[in-house]
């Protein structure tokens, strides 16, 4: 059994979030007359609080998780941090297990993070949550599909 899955976090409601916001505050700052009253420092200002959000807004588009089960194990990678697949072989995998629905507030917020806990959580999407034991540590990924990366799992425990 194959499965590919794909997750941006472009798809998410955070995006049209992120922009409408930035707009919101542009527009206000334009309408409110800051910027055509200042001087070329308010211009400075404004170029460079635009780039970061721009920068930001950016990075926020190219966030994915791409994950990958196949005969010989899974593979995920997470551009633009993490852009070679990390590889674990079925026999290094101790459990998945199913955690929950909705992700985004039981999982910390969407976009990967390391937590208190000492996993790495990668949340792309809001559908569904699944845990990943390797033999030192456990990371966690959102997925569309659950039913699918446990059913490779119990179908190599199966073959084992």
């Known amino acids: 059994m194959v499965y590919n899955e794909s997750q941006a976090l472009k798809d998410t409601w955070f995006v049209p979030l992120f922009f409408g916001v930035h707009l919101l505050v542009t527009i ?6 800051q910027i055509a009253a ?9 170029a460079i609080v635009l780039f970061a959000s721009f920068l930001i807004g950016w990075l926020i588009v190219s966030m994915k998780l791409v994950i990958r089960l ?14 070679t697949c990390r590889k674990y072989k079925w026999e ?13 507030w039981s999982g910390g917020g969407l976009g990967f993070h390391y937590d208190l806990k000492g996993e790495w959580k990668y949340l792309f999407s809001t559908a569904h949550v699944v ?18 990366i446990l059913e490779a799992w119990e179908e190599w425990r199966r073959e084992r």
Do not use: C
């Not at 196949?70 to 852009?83: E, H, Q, R, V």
């Not at 290094?92 to 985004?104: F, L, P, T, V």
């Open 92 to 104: 290094e995998i101790k459990d998945i297990q199913h955690i929950k629905k909705a992700s985004i």
């Open 28 to 33: 206000v700052a334009l309408l409110n007359g």
């Open 131 to 148: 845990r990943i034991s390797v033999k030192d540590s456990s990371f966690v990924w959102s997925t569309r599909n659950p039913d699918k």
């Open 38 to 46: 200042g001087d070329s420092s308010t211009y400075m200002v404004l």
């Open 70 to 83: 196949d005969a010989t194990g899974l593979s995920y990678k997470s551009p633009p941090f993490i852009n």
